[in-house]
Every structure is written in structure tokens, then in C-alpha cells.
Nanobody, 124 residues
């Protein structure tokens, strides 16, 4: 059974950076499509990035393009989300998700495994 644990959230000033980690246990992520989502209070959970297992192709939400970068470590047990030039509107709980498959998706319902979430607050 795959388990995911996020870490790296916290309080950061506007313009700052954070690196979120999503550590997998129970299986390596070689054949899993992975995604990062976020949910702000009163809002639906939205996909901000995902990475396919087939070719490493990626997707980014328009509002984070050029600021956020998804990556995997070479041993395929951890997925990262590097977040730069953070804005107050990036404040949310961030979740990583995974599902067996080659191509990732922006759909919440596509993913079978979820982490517990990590809070990111961008404020001066």
C-alpha cells in the first residue's frame, strides 16, 4: 500500500521560496503518475502541477508557470515542488497525490493515493 507524506510547508514572505517534499513508502513511484494540488479555505482543491511516469512530461497551472517546478529524485521515492516568487494567493494546504499509470491528470478523482497535506502561508 503506497503512503505519501508531505513536508516543507510553512510561513514565508511574499517573494520567498519553499520546497515541498512528498515522500513515498510502500512502493517506489517509478510507475506512478504524481500530482501536486492545493486547497485554500472556501475553495475547491485544484491541480497545480503533475508529472507523468512515462516520459516525465509535466503540467502546470497557468498562475504558477515559471514559479513552481515539479521534480522527482533519482531513486523515485520522493517528489518535490520547488516554489519560488511566492504570492499571498499561493496560501493554501498543499497535497501530493499519486496513482498507478503513465500519464498524469489534473483531475482530483484520478488519483488513488493522497498525502495528509502541508500548510503554506505567504504573508508579510
Amino acid at each position: 500500500q503506497l503512503q505519501l507524506v508531505e513536508s516543507g510547508g510553512g510561513l514565508v514572505q511574499p517573494g520567498g521560496s519553499l520546497r515541498l517534499s512528498c515522500a513515498a513508502s510502500g512502493a517506489a513511484l517509478d510507475y506512478f503518475a504524481v500530482g501536486w494540488f492545493r486547497q485554500a479555505p472556501g475553495s475547491e482543491r485544484e491541480a497545480i502541477s503533475c508529472m507523468s511516469s512515462s516520459d516525465g512530461s509535466t503540467y502546470y497551472l497557468d498562475s504558477v508557470k515559471g514559479r513552481f517546478t515539479i521534480s522527482r529524485d533519482k531513486h523515485k521515492y520522493t517528489v518535490y515542488l520547488q516554489m519560488d516568487s511566492l504570492k499571498p494567493e499561493d496560501t493554501a494546504v498543499y497535497y501530493c497525490a499519486a496513482t498507478e499509470g503513465l500519464v498524469c491528470s489534473r483531475s482530483v478523482g484520478f488519483y488513488d493515493y493522497w498525502g495528509q497535506g502541508t500548510q503554506v502561508t505567504v504573508s508579510s
